[in-house]
């Protein structure tokens, strides 16, 4: 589906819900997590709706290109060339809104395994 009217990130794309906007494109739409994690903490999410990356890699496998293209873009506009790319996919992966976002997560020290 293009939309969702119950999805608060569809209303974020639209301009419905106010939003700290890093950057814009023809497919995503990036902006700042409202609770953030670390120095920077950015949301890139498709423009197009879908529940999880696997399904918008299937409804349109530019989409999830373009998200990825757009977080280096988002890290590097503020100084980061190393950064960390998370999916949760899943309630039980802690994922909660459930509208494909990509956590763009830089600016302290990542440890492995993640929690
Ligand atoms: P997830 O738990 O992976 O589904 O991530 C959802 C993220 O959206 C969380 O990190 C929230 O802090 C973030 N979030 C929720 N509401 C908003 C909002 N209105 N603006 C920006 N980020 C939000
Ligand atoms: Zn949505």
Sequence with gaps: MSADADCLFCKIVAGDVPADVVHSSERTVAFRDINPQAPLHVLVVPRHHEPNAAATASADPLDLAEIAITAR???AAE????YRLVFNTGAGAQQTVFHTHCHVIAGRESTWPPG
């Design 79 to 82: 100084g980061y060339d190393d």
């Design 73 to 75: 873009a988002v890290a």
